[in-house]
């Protein structure tokens, strides 16, 4: 592998596409396919959607940038990070998104193994009515299925950052697009579609609450990877020329546009089988499985779509275990397979949770993904701003950039985000408290 600069020692990626593709696979996952449409059901609709894009620009871009940065000026992953940037507290912050990271991939993998259970019983052809939803009989046997989820995983990580995580990302990711769309023009012709789309676009203020706009950065941060962690890891594997807003912009597009077709995916095959668009984490279970029973060759084209979101949910779980790999290797001293062994038992151990209770889930991807995700964001935004230090900072987020970085840039990433991250994590829980 080529090493990283300045005599590191450390992988980098191969191509610049590479780095694109990788991590806006991580980013993708299932954070979109799985978790936008039912936030969007949840949080109002169009009011969600508008609020989630603002936010992207707004605080996902840069947010990106800041963690890009400050992995690639220190060469390490989050827990070398912060005490390479300076950072009072280092150890403890790190230590709090490292434990994030673990918590959220551990139910994280449980929803992508039933998407794996799907794609296997529609390739079987034994699906029956009405699929098994999250919680529910079905769902609550497919430990076999995390064990296998989790190993493939581990298997990835093992074989080392090009081999494995940068040629599956290049690789599934052309795929899935591919699929989505093809998807998309099928529902759109059925019965409902348009016009339960059309509904569900209508505007309506009153849905613009402080809780919404909370569920909209939780969004945000979460699908694309941001909160200090996955994104902070593979900034310390980019290369030196790599231009880190060409990455950033890249990554978030392909996020949203990720996003933006789940969507168009997912809402009007809701309105076409009579499914709740608020059925919560168990939307993807609930409404694709009737929408393939109903078309020719559905056992196959089911079968498809679910190994391709299998495939894509796989790339962010792969890049939240490098995080945990990463750090046992950098601060332990272990060697890669010791630790891929060791985080696949922890993670079997701590998904038994999210396997057998049901609405276990949905409270912890609301403590560990809607708000411990954005403070890990805020932590390595302030990390960056205010401990690497000014002029450095905008070195390295301006290096090889075509586009032009001034230290406007610079006060958005140091002021705005963490103050505006806050702000809107006070008000969106207080909204949330009170209106129970």
Do not use: C
């Not at 999250?134 to 298997?155: C, K, P, R």
């Not at 809402?267 to 009737?290: E, I, N, Q, R, Y």
């Amino acid at each position: 592998m080529t090493m990283g600069s300045g005599g590191s020692g450390r992988a980098v990626f191969r191509t610049g596409w590479g780095v694109i593709l990788t991590t806006a696979g991580a980013a993708i996952g299932l954070g979109n396919i799985w978790r936008f449409p039912y936030m969007m059901g949840e949080h109002g609709g169009l009011a969600f959607l508008v609020l989630y894009l603002g936010l992207v620009v707004a605080f996902g871009i840069p947010g990106l940038m800041a963690e890009y940065a400050l992995g690639r000026h220190t060469r390490r992953g989050p827990v070398g990070a912060f005490h390479g940037a300076g950072m009072p507290g280092a150890k403890f912050f790190s230590g709090l998104l490292l434990v994030t990271i673990v918590m959220a991939a551990s139910y994280y993998g449980v929803v992508l193994a039933e998407v794996l259970h799907q794609a296997v019983r529609f390739g079987l052809g034994a699906l029956r009515a009405g699929a098994p939803a999250v919680g529910e009989q079905g769902f609550a046997a497919s430990m076999a299925w995390v064990v296998i989820t989790v190993g493939l995983s581990g298997t990835a990580i093992a074989l080392g950052l090009r081999t494995g995580i940068e040629r599956l990302s290049t690789l599934v990711l052309p795929v899935f697009f591919v699929m989505f769309v093809a998807l998309i023009v099928y529902v759109l012709g059925q019965d409902g579609a348009i016009e339960g789309l059309r509904q569900f676009l209508r505007p309506r203020l009153d849905d613009l609450t402080p809780a919404t706009t909370l569920a909209a950065l939780g969004q945000a941060v979460f699908s694309l990877g941001l909160g200090g962690t996955l994104m902070v890891m593979y900034g310390s594997y980019m290369r030196d020329h790599d231009s880190i807003p060409r990455i950033a912009i890249g990554t978030a597009g392909a996020d949203v546009a990720a996003a933006l077709l789940a969507g168009m995916l997912i809402v009007p095959a809701v309105f076409a089988v009579g499914v709740p668009l608020d059925s919560g984490p168990a939307l993807l279970f609930t409404v694709m499985p009737k929408v393939f029973q109903g078309m020719p060759a559905g056992s196959v084209l089911g079968a498809t779509f679910f190994l391709s979101v299998f495939l894509v949910g796989l790339l962010s779980l792969i890049a939240a275990y490098q995080v945990a790999v990463g750090a046992a290797v950098d601060v332990l001293g272990w060697s890669r397979v010791k630790g891929v062994v060791a985080l696949a038992a922890l993670q079997l151990v701590l998904s038994v949770p999210a396997v057998l209770l049901s609405g276990y889930i949905g409270v912890s991807d609301l403590v560990w993904g809607t708000t411990m995700m954005p403070v890990g964001s805020a932590l390595a935004v302030v990390a960056l701003a205010w401990f690497v230090g000014r002029a450095k900072a905008l070195e390295e987020i301006g290096r090889r950039s075509r586009m032009p970085v001034t230290p406007l840039l610079l006060y958005w990433i140091k002021y705005v985000l963490p103050i505006g991250i806050a702000v809107i994590l006070v008000y969106g829980w207080w909204d949330a408290l009170s209106s129970d």
